[in-house]
Structure formats: structure tokens, C-alpha cells
């Protein structure tokens, strides 16, 4: 059962939406914190990375 075109165009523009709605709450939360917890955010971004990492090759 091919996709047509216009179920193609539907998600692709559906998806196209979430991505711009997600980039803007994200930038609108690191806008409106505090300087420290953002530096503290990404402080703790490579441990972050690390543990799901490991959690993943659990799996």
C-alpha cells in the first residue's frame, strides 16, 4: 500500500511544525532561566550523554 502524495506532503508539514513548536519552547526556557542554571544545564550535559549511553547498551 503505496503513500500518496498528499499523506507524504501531511506528515512531512506535521512534522515540520513540531520541530519549529519544539525549538521555540526550548529557546523561550533557556531565554527565561537564570544564567547559572543554564551553565549548570550544560555542565551536565556530557554526563547526561554518558549515562544514557550506558543505559542504552544495556538494552
Known amino acids: ?6 499523506t507524504l506532503a501531511a506528515v512531512f508539514t506535521v512534522l515540520c511544525v513540531a ?3 519544539a525549538t521555540a ?4 526556557a533557556l531565554l ?4 547559572s542554571d ?4 550544560i555542565r551536565a550535559l556530557p ?3 554518558a549515562t544514557l549511553m550506558r543505559w542504552r547498551r544495556r538494552r
Open 32 to 35: 527565561r532561566a537564570h544564567r
Open 25 to 28: 519552547v526550548c529557546m523561550t
Open 19 to 21: 520541530l519549529v513548536c
Open 47 to 49: 554526563e547526561l550523554a
Open 1 to 6: 500500500m503505496p503513500i500518496d502524495q498528499y
Open 38 to 41: 543554564v551553565v549548570a544545564v
